[in-house]
C-alpha cells in the first residue's frame, strides 16, 4: 500500500481516499464519517479553531468568531492573493487554504495509522471559464498549498474523470459512459470508455473522448434561491424615494457564501445608513439590520441550502426562518426553485450538448450517465440532462464520496 492518496477538497465537503485491498477506500475525517465539510470557525470566545461539522455547530451555536465556507471558490479569483481579517489579525488567503487542507491531511493519517507524502488532487475541469491563464494559476496555486502542508509529489486528475474510475471499479462490462458531476462550484462532465480490463492501464487518455465544465454549482443555486425567495424579506428590490430601487451589492453578498463576511464590515454599515434614511421599506431594512447585527448571514445562507436540498425531493418545503426579526416562515414551492435555477440549468444543459458534438458523439451511443456530486439530485437538473441523452440509464453514485475514491484508485495507480 503506498503513502499515497486522493484528496478531494471541495467547496462544500471534502474527502481522502487510500486505496486498500478488500477496505473502504474513503478514510473517516469528523465522528466516524467519511466526509469534512469545507469549513473553518475561528472561535474568538475561546480562541480556538474548528473544522467541519463541529465549525458549523460552534458559529450557529451563537459562538462570536468568524466563520470561513466554500474557500475553493477563491482559487482562480482576484482574492486569491489577498488577505482577510481573522481576530484581529491578517490572514493570508492562501494561508487559510493551507489551513484547511493541513487539518485534512492530518485527519486522514489519524484515520489510516501511517502519513501521506504524495497524493493525486481532484480539480474541476476549469476552475474559470474561459480563461486558461487564470485556470492554470489556481492549480499551481491549489499544488503550492498541497507542498505547503507536506504533500512532497502531486498529480492532478480532473473530478469527473476521478468518479469514472470509481464506477468503473463497479461494473461487468464496457460501457460508454457521461459522468455528470455537479458540486458546489462547478458542474463538470466527461465522456469515459470504461470497462474492467481498461481499469489496470496507466494512461486511460485514449478512453478519456471529452472534458466539460462550467462554473456553476450547488452554492450558486443557494445564492439564487436566496435572492428569488429570501433576500425580498430583507428589502431587497424594495424601493427608494426617489423612485429608484435599493442597490442591490449587499443583498448579493449575503447571499454568495464566500463574500457573506463582506456584509459585516464597516463600510456595508455605512451604506446602509445611506440607504435607511432613502428607504420606502424600512421595516425590510430593519429585518436586515438585525441580521447583520447577528452576523446571521451564514445561517440564512445554510436555511437556503435545506431548500435546494427538501425542493430535489419534494414538491413544497417550509423554512423557518427564526433567527430573522420578526420571526418568518417562508414557503417555497419547486416552482420558485426551477425558476430561480433556470437559467443556470440551461448553461449546464448546453454544456452537455457540446460535449457531445466536441466528441462526435450522438447521444443514442451514450450507455449510463453517472450521477454524483452533492446537487446531482436537483430535479430540474436531471431532468435536463436527461433530456440532451433520452436513451441513457441513470446510475446515482455516491454524491459525496466517488470522487476521492476514484482519486484514490488513481493515485494507486500513480504512485504505487
Given amino acids: 500500500m503506498a503513502d499515497a492518496c486522493g484528496v478531494d477538497f471541495g467547496t462544500s465537503n471534502s474527502t481522502v481516499g487510500w486505496s486498500r485491498p478488500g477496505q473502504p477506500a474513503l478514510l473517516a475525517l469528523e465522528d466516524g464519517k467519511p466526509t469534512l465539510p469545507s469549513v473553518i470557525f475561528f472561535n474568538a470566545e475561546d480562541d480556538t479553531v474548528q473544522y467541519g461539522r463541529a465549525a458549523l455547530a460552534g458559529y450557529l451555536g451563537g459562538a462570536e468568531g468568524r466563520l470561513m465556507r466554500s474557500m475553493k471558490s477563491?482559487?482562480?479569483s482576484s482574492l486569491m492573493d489577498g488577505q482577510t481579517e481573522i481576530q484581529g489579525n491578517a490572514m493570508a488567503f492562501k494561508a487559510l487554504l493551507a489551513q484547511f487542507i493541513g487539518e485534512l491531511k492530518r485527519r486522514a493519517e489519524a484515520s489510516a495509522g501511517r502519513t501521506f507524502s504524495r497524493a493525486v488532487l481532484g480539480r474541476p475541469v476549469f476552475f474559470v471559464?474561459?480563461?486558461?491563464?487564470?485556470?492554470?494559476?489556481a492549480q499551481d496555486t491549489l499544488a503550492e498549498?498541497?507542498?505547503m502542508v507536506g504533500f512532497r509529489e502531486i498529480d492532478f486528475q480532473f473530478e469527473p474523470i476521478a468518479a469514472a474510475f470509481d464506477y468503473e471499479s463497479q461494473i461487468g462490462r464496457e460501457e460508454l459512459v457521461l459522468v455528470a458531476d455537479i458540486g458546489g462550484g462547478t458542474s463538470d462532465f466527461s465522456l469515459v470508455r470504461l470497462a474492467p480490463q481498461?481499469?489496470?492501464k496507466l494512461d486511460?487518455?485514449?478512453d478519456i473522448l471529452a472534458t466539460g465544465g462550467v462554473h456553476l454549482g450547488g452554492t450558486d443555486f443557494d445564492k439564487y434561491l436566496s435572492l428569488a425567495c429570501a433576500m425580498p424579506l430583507l428589502g431587497y428590490g424594495s424601493m427608494l424615494n426617489n423612485g429608484g430601487t435599493i442597490p442591490s451589492s449587499i443583498y448579493f453578498n449575503l447571499a454568495t457564501w464566500h463574500n457573506i463576511n463582506l456584509a459585516y464590515t464597516q463600510k456595508t454599515r455605512a451604506q446602509l445608513q445611506d440607504i435607511y434614511r432613502d428607504a420606502v421599506a424600512r421595516d425590510r431594512l430593519d429585518s436586515l439590520h438585525a441580521l447583520i447585527d447577528q452576523r446571521a448571514g451564514h445561517w440564512l445562507a445554510g436555511?437556503?441550502?435545506l431548500g435546494k436540498i427538501a425542493l430535489s425531493e419534494a414538491d413544497l418545503t417550509r423554512l423557518d426562518l427564526d433567527r430573522m426579526s420578526p420571526r418568518q416562515t417562508l414557503t417555497i414551492g419547486r416552482a420558485d426553485f426551477d425558476g430561480a435555477i433556470g437559467g443556470m440549468v440551461g448553461s449546464i444543459e448546453s454544456t452537455v450538448a457540446s460535449l457531445l458534438r466536441d466528441a462526435g458523439i450522438t447521444a443514442a451511443a451514450i450507455d449510463t450517465v453517472f450521477f454524483t456530486g452533492g446537487s446531482s439530485g436537483v430535479?430540474?437538473?436531471?431532468d435536463r440532462i436527461a433530456a440532451v441523452v433520452p436513451a441513457a440509464r441513470q446510475v446515482e453514485g455516491d454524491r459525496f464520496g466517488s470522487i476521492g475514491a476514484g482519486l484514490a484508485l488513481d493515485a494507486q495507480r500513480k504512485f504505487a
Fill in 74 to 76: 477563491l482559487l482562480g
Fill in 129 to 137: 471559464d474561459g480563461n486558461p491563464k487564470a485556470d492554470r494559476l
Fill in 145 to 147: 498549498v498541497a507542498q
Fill in 198 to 200: 481498461r481499469a489496470a
Fill in 204 to 206: 486511460r487518455r485514449s
Fill in 303 to 305: 436555511q437556503m441550502e
Fill in 379 to 382: 430535479r430540474l437538473l436531471r
